[in-house]
């Protein structure tokens, strides 16, 4: 089992800047990827950016060159650092870990982050 508690998200002006938190706890050593995934209202829920524990890290192409994944392997934390946010960047954002990509089984509990216009 794995925990994950995200924190960071909040409410944000277009062109500024959040950072995104997901601290993992329990059976960490069962994680080889960690991604943030989103879900906008009335839109599926998409993936924003995964990373492998090996430091290599995919990009959704709408945050490419604004966001920023990287993880603290010795907190057993992930991050999310965006940039130049847009308003269709509101969405709930949950961190997910996988053993195999894509496989996603473990899931916070999500954070809110609205971008006002």
């Known amino acids: 089992q794995v925990q994950l508690v995200e924190s960071g998200g909040g409410l944000v002006q277009a062109g500024g800047s959040l950072r995104l938190s997901c601290a993992a706890s329990?059976?960490?050593?069962?994680?080889?990827?960690m991604g943030w995934h989103r879900q906008a209202p009335g839109k599926q829920r998409e993936l924003v950016a995964l990373i492998h524990s090996g430091g290599n890290a995919n990009y959704a192409d709408s945050v490419k060159g604004r966001f920023t994944i990287s993880r603290d392997d010795a907190k057993n934390t992930v991050y999310l650092q965006m940039s130049s946010l847009k308003p269709e960047d509101t969405a709930i954002y949950y961190c997910?870990?996988?053993?195999?990509?894509?496989?996603?089984?473990?899931w916070g509990q999500g954070t809110q982050v609205t971008v006002s216009s």
């Open positions: 997910a870990t996988a053993k195999y990509y894509g496989r996603y089984n473990y």
């Open positions: 329990g059976s960490t050593f069962e994680i080889n990827f």
